[in-house]
C-alpha cells in the first residue's frame, strides 16, 4: 500500500474522479441549495460531514477501498465542505446583486457591495 493509500484509502485515479469530480459537483450543488433558500452559512459543516460519508460509502462500495478510515474522510469531508463554501458564497452573491439591485452592485465573484460604496 502506497502513503497515497494509506491516507486516503483508494488509489488516486478513485480519489480524483469520486471525490473531486462526482462529490464536489454533489457539493457544488448542495452550496447552491443553501443559498437559494436562504439558509446561514453553518449549515454547510453538516451537509459536508454527510456527503463525506456518502463519498466515503461510494468508494468502500464500488472500488474496494476503506470505510473507516478517519484520515480519507476528514480530507475528503474537507474538500466537500470548500466547495459548498465556494458555491455558496457565488450563488449569494448572486442572489444579493438580482433580488436588490436598487441596494448592491457585483464588486467581484464572491461579493457585492452597497450601490455608490467604493
Sequence with gaps: MSGFESVFGTEPAVTFAI???????????????LASTWRRFWHAAPYAL?????????VYALFQGELFLLSGYLI???????????????????????????LY??????????KGAR
Excluded: K, N
Excluded at 471525490?19 to 441549495?33: E, H, L, R, V
Excluded at 466547495?83 to 436598487?102: G, N
Design 105 to 114: 452592485e457585483r464588486s467581484g465573484l464572491l461579493s457585492w457591495r452597497e
Design 19 to 33: 471525490t473531486i469530480i462526482f462529490m464536489g459537483g454533489c457539493s457544488f450543488m448542495t452550496g447552491q441549495a
Design 76 to 102: 475528503d469531508s474537507l474538500w466537500l465542505f470548500l466547495v459548498i463554501a465556494f458555491a455558496f458564497r457565488v450563488t449569494r452573491a448572486r442572489q444579493m446583486v438580482t433580488q436588490y439591485p436598487w
Design 50 to 58: 454527510l456527503l463525506g460519508c456518502g463519498d466515503r460509502f461510494v
